[in-house]
Every structure is written in C-alpha cells, then in structure tokens.
Nanobody, 125 residues
Framework: QVQLAESGGGSVQTGGSLNLACVASDRAVSSYCMAWFRQAPGKEREVIATINQFGISTHADSVKGRFTISKDGPGNTLYLRMTNLIVEDTAIYYC???????????????????WGQGTQVTVSS
C-alpha cells in the first residue's frame, strides 16, 4: 500500500494561485499512474488530472489551461500547479495512486486504491 500525503492547500482570492504537493512513501510517483482528484461540498469526487510513468499528463476540461500536474520522480513527489483560481475550484484536493497501471491512466475513482488525506482549497471572490 502506498502512503500519500498532500500539502499546500489554503485560502486565496479569485485569480490567485496555489501549488499542491503529494509525497509518496515509495517509488509510486515514478512507477505508476498518479492523479489529482477533488471533492466540492455536496458533490462527488472528480478526477482533474492524471500523469503516467512517462510523465504524460491529461487534464479535465474544467481545469485545462489553469492547472498543471507534474512530478518529481526521483523525489517521489506529485505536484499540482493551480493558477487563475475561481470560486468553483473550492474543494478538498486528493492525490491518488493506481499501482496496476503505468501507461494508460484511468479516470475513474474506483481504479485508484491508495489515497492521501486531502488538503482544503478555498477560493473567495
């Protein structure tokens, strides 16, 4: 089981930026598919970005052009750079690992077995 720990959440105003980080307990970041999810109040958890073993990333339409997923393989850290934040980005953000995939990353919550505890991001107008 991969242990994951997010950090970097906080409160910002509309248009601001935040950088989230997720440290993994082993070589998960460099070996498997990793993803960032978020869950807004009263809504289901949704995937917003994935990155595979080779560093190829995908982003949900809702964040494309504003958020960027990246990773530091040797350091075993996953990142989410968030810019031009809007109120609708307010949510708890989670990183997740899918140790069964490394090339084609899944977009379903059920495909990810290991999760961090989450970090709160609040955007105010």
């Amino acid at each position: 089981q991969v242990q994951l720990a997010e950090s970097g959440g906080g409160s910002v105003q509309t248009g601001g930026s935040l950088n989230l980080a997720c440290v993994a307990s082993d070589r998960a970041v460099s070996s498997y598919c990793m993803a960032w999810f978020r869950q807004a109040p009263g809504k289901e958890r949704e995937v917003i970005a994935t990155i595979n073993q080779f560093g190829i990333s995908t982003h949900a339409d809702s964040v494309k052009g504003r958020f960027t997923i990246s990773k530091d393989g040797p350091g075993n850290t996953l990142y989410l750079r968030m810019t031009n934040l809007i109120v609708e980005d307010t949510a708890i953000y989670y990183c997740a690992a899918d140790v069964r995939r490394f090339r084609q990353c899944a977009w379903r919550e059920v495909d990810y077995d290991d999760w961090g505890q989450g970090t709160q991001v609040t955007v105010s107008s």
